[in-house]
């Protein structure tokens, strides 16, 4: 064979898998766009939902608003999709959004599908809000509602006492008790209670959520993410919304958007600080109203984790 027809046959082979390479990396690259703009979507509906739920009365005192949070997240999703004026587009899109959570203070109410019968007797599946849960943990006779900082609620069920105040203060009422007592177990249990109570009610909405999105003819099957318990707790420290968007197609080969979004209503935090590094390049941790503070794109809990960050003491707002 000569060397020309070796190449023509070389050309004819390799060129339908080079096209083929081209194009399904043109339909990865335009999946991955969808997916940023979507994620982009996702985040600003958040975002629009966190602010939308504050709501200040009588001598501003503040009040959460479930209805306005959701109202807010989805008017921002239908606008962004240019579907605003589209019922029969609306409900689609919402099928694909299968729990929303909304974090409070002292519990969480999770937003998900219900079945149950209207007064017609006829069955109804919408998404609804279900009653709030408290952060509760148990151990020894004792029961804990956690917040999300260190005021405590604890229940003694055998003495059949109840102590409430901030962690500090319930140890001298509580010298025996080693949660109590111990500030690092305390917050290590605080934010795992937390952090486990939303995980499991979350993967619950998702898996029943598949029934109510068969109704729209969506046949993808929605199943709980994948989340470390770490992230968990890290996206779980205020006040604000949990949204997860799964399952709308995204490329013409099957893909799949999928992800979820935190956002932040920043209310409750009493004392934070932010880490900076001095013109010598040495860190050191500030309270938000240190004259020398010009950097706060980072807030941080507690002085013990700017500690572990190699962070020190500022000598001016002693914090």
């Known amino acids: 064979m000569k060397i020309t027809d070796m190449a023509v046959l ?20 335009n999946a991955e766009y969808k997916s940023m703009i979507l994620n982009r ?17 009588m001598d501003n005192k503040i009040f959460i608003s479930r209805e306005k949070a959701v109202e807010a997240f989805f008017t921002t999703l239908y606008v962004n999709f240019g579907i605003m004026h589209d019922e029969t587009a609306k409900d689609v899109l919402k099928a694909y959004i299968p729990v929303i959570v909304l974090i409070d203070y002292d519990g969480y109410w999770v937003y998900s599908a219900e079945s149950y019968k209207n007064i017609n007797g006829e069955i109804i599946q919408e998404m609804v809000w279900k009653p ?7 151990k020894k006779g004792f029961v804990y509602l956690f917040t999300l900082d260190d005021y405590v609620k604890v ?9 409430e105040g901030r962690r500090e203060e319930l140890t001298s009422a509580l010298p025996f008790d080693t949660l109590i007592c111990d500030f690092e177990l305390f917050e290590e249990v605080r934010k795992r209670t937390i952090a486990e109570s939303i995980k499991k009610d979350v993967n619950i909405a998702i898996n029943e959520h598949n029934k109510y999105a ?54 409750i935090r009493k004392n934070y600080y932010f880490i900076q590094q001095d013109i010598n390049g040495i860190y050191y941790y500030h309270r938000e109203n240190c004259p020398i503070l010009t950097e706060k794109d980072t807030i941080y809990d507690n002085r013990r984790e700017c500690a572990l960050l190699g962070a020190f003491p500022c000598h001016i707002c002693n914090p």
């Open 132 to 138: 709030k849960k408290p952060y509760f943990y148990e």
């Open 41 to 57: 979507y996702l985040d600003t509906a958040v975002e629009d939902a966190s602010n939308a739920m504050i709501v200040r009365g």
């Open 10 to 29: 070389f050309v004819s082979i390799a060129l339908p898998f080079a096209l083929m390479l081209r194009i399904k990396n043109d339909n990865l690259k």
């Open 155 to 163: 229940f003694d069920t055998i003495n059949k006492v109840f102590y």
């Open 214 to 267: 068969k109704t729209y003819g969506i046949a993808y099957h929605f199943s709980p993410p994948s989340i470390s318990d770490g992230n968990w707790q890290r996206n779980i420290e205020d006040i604000g919304i949990l949204a997860f968007f799964q399952g709308i197609p995204v490329g013409i080969r099957g893909e799949r958007f999928n992800s979820y979004a935190l956002g932040a209503a920043r209310i």
